[in-house]
Structures are given as C-alpha cells and as structure tokens.
C-alpha cells in the first residue's frame, strides 16, 4: 500500500461523464482519493452520498474529491446521476490503478476469501504527496473523520 508522505501514483482513468481524468490535473489544491468495492451497495453508497452532503466544505477547504472503483462507466453513469454526486467517479475496471495504491488484494468476507478491492482513502495534498492513508473505512462517518484530519492539517 501507498505510504504516508511519499509521491501519489499517476494515472489516467475515465470518469462517469466519459473525461479522462489523472491527479495532475488536481495539483495546486489537496486530492481526495477514495476507492471504494461496488456501485450502488448499501455502504458505497452512504460513502459517496456523505461526500456528496459535505461537498460544500470541500469546497470551502479548497479540497478535490474523485471516487475510484472497479465498475465500468456505465455504472458509474447511473450511480452518479441516481444519487446527483457533485464529483468525478473513475472507472478502474481492469484495477490497474487500485494495485499501483495497493488497495486491490486478499478478502474475507463470511470465511470465504476472494480478490477484491479495500476501502480506502488517499488524503493528497497540492504538491501531489500522500499526507494520510485511511484504511479500513467506515462508510457512516468516513466524510466527517477526513474533514477533521484536513482542519488538523490547516491548524499546523
């Protein structure tokens, strides 16, 4: 996995709206980089629609946030437009860009292990550096918890 304070992966992936989109085109302001397993299922969804509630302080704080998941467009397509997400969600379907963060591996769920992706939060900041990996993500208040780290961060 991506470590703290080392440089962000690049890459490019296409949005819901059919952009190519990388996180150079974010440097100059902090990068909110969250992946997350599936479209429309109960926890991914709570996750992106509170991204979605708090996107005004996001933008306050002058901060980014694009979605990354292993979905196709089209997916994504119906997801964003259902739900009126306010921010890009890529489409990682072959989950090149999920291993270069080292967030797609070995699960368990129900004592059955599969290959999967894990969610997972990249806090990057405006010069494109990995300031706080956020593992094991909790849908329900995952959107509050990274406003938090982000004041913390302004504060030093």
């Known amino acids: 996995m991506i470590m703290e304070n080392t440089k962000a992966p690049e890459f490019n992936l296409t949005d819901q ?4 989109r990388s996180p150079t085109e974010f440097l100059g302001k902090p990068l909110i980089l969250y992946f ?10 709570t996750e992106a629609c509170n991204f ?14 694009v979605g990354v998941s292993p979905d196709d467009l089209k997916s994504h397509e119906k997801f964003a437009s259902k739900h009126s997400l ?7 379907i072959e989950h090149k860009v ?7 591996g070995n699960k368990k769920s129900f ?3 599969y290959y999967g992706l894990k969610r997972t939060t990249f806090l990057i900041d405006s010069e494109g550096i990995v300031r706080k990996v956020f593992k094991g993500v909790k849908p ?12 913390n961060i302004e504060k030093k």
């Open 98 to 104: 999920s291993e270069a963060y080292g967030v797609w």
């Open 86 to 92: 306010p921010f890009p969600i890529l489409a990682d």
């Open 36 to 45: 997350y397993p599936k479209d429309d299922t109960p926890g991914c969804t």
């Open 17 to 20: 709206e059919g952009k190519m």
């Open 111 to 113: 004592g059955k292990e």
């Open 52 to 65: 979605r509630d708090d996107y005004s302080i996001y933008l306050e704080l002058g901060v980014a946030i």
């Open 140 to 151: 329900a208040n995952h959107s509050e918890e990274v406003i938090d780290v982000i004041k």
